[in-house]
């Protein structure tokens, strides 16, 4: 599976956007970009997922680039309880989900 | 009971203790996972059960026994461990197919061996 990279923190007000940038520029073609987050002490939640097009739930938006060796998480309104571990899994097919250090997200008041 | 449950959420235990961790998933799921967090280390994968059969074992010391009695159930029997083995255990379930990964996490036990 593609080795993905991001930043190890981030600070975000409260209201605001927060966007998490994820870079996997070795991901090959079958290779799914998956989110998901853990709050302090607690198992890790599924967030979203994406092949080749952007993706909307209820929680957050995924942008993957169209040469697909990035990608960025939006939570479009960020609280206090967004406050969390965010981690950017690149997995293919056959294979299991493998958890890096993620991007500690920080939101403030 | 909803989602993914395990107890107990706390356990603390000697070397010479034998213990169980149980984990319950509600979701009509057919994989079960086993996961080990470290203090300050990424999650690990330990142990992988589809259809209650094991399909996956990363190289797990062999004081740590999974059984999977069905696909609604999973435990992991604990014996002989070291202090080296605290850590928050989290059990995660999901529908196996290929090329989905939403895995369903319990809340974890946080395991103190002393």
């Known amino acids: 599976d593609a080795k993905t990279t991001q930043p190890p923190s981030m600070d975000c007000a409260e209201g605001r956007a927060a966007n998490l940038p994820c870079n996997h520029s070795?991901?090959?073609?079958?290779?799914?970009v998956y989110w998901y987050r853990q709050i302090h002490s607690q198992g890790p939640q599924y967030i979203i997922h994406?092949?080749?097009n952007n993706e909307t739930n209820e929680m957050a938006s995924l942008i993957i680039t169209e040469d697909r060796k990035s990608s960025t998480l939006i939570l479009p309104h960020a609280t206090l309880r967004d406050t969390a571990v965010y981690y950017c899994?690149?997995?293919?097919?056959?294979?299991?989900?493998?958890f890096g250090t993620g991007t500690r997200l920080q939101v403030t008041l | 009971e909803t989602g993914v449950t395990q107890t107990p959420r706390h356990l603390v235990m000697g070397m010479t203790n034998k213990k169980s961790l149980k984990c319950e998933q509600h979701?009509?799921?057919?994989?079960m996972y086993w996961y080990k967090q470290s203090a300050k280390k990424p999650l690990e994968l330990m142990f992988v059960?589809?259809?209650?059969?094991?399909?996956e074992n990363n190289s797990v010391p062999s004081r740590f026994s999974p059984e999977c009695p069905n696909s609604s159930h999973l435990f992991l029997h604990l014996h002989t461990l070291q202090p080296e083995d605290s850590a928050l255990y989290l059990c995660?379930?999901?529908?196996?197919?290929?090329?989905?990964?939403?895995?369903?996490f319990g809340p974890g036990t946080r395991l103190t061996v002393t």
């Open positions: 995660a379930s999901s529908q196996e197919l290929a090329g989905v990964y939403e895995q369903y």
């Open positions: 070795t991901i090959s073609g079958n290779e799914y």
């Open positions: 994406g092949l080749k």
């Open positions: 899994i690149a997995v293919g097919t056959a294979s299991k989900l493998t």
């Open positions: 979701l009509g799921h057919n994989a």
């Open positions: 059960y589809n259809f209650k059969e094991q399909t």
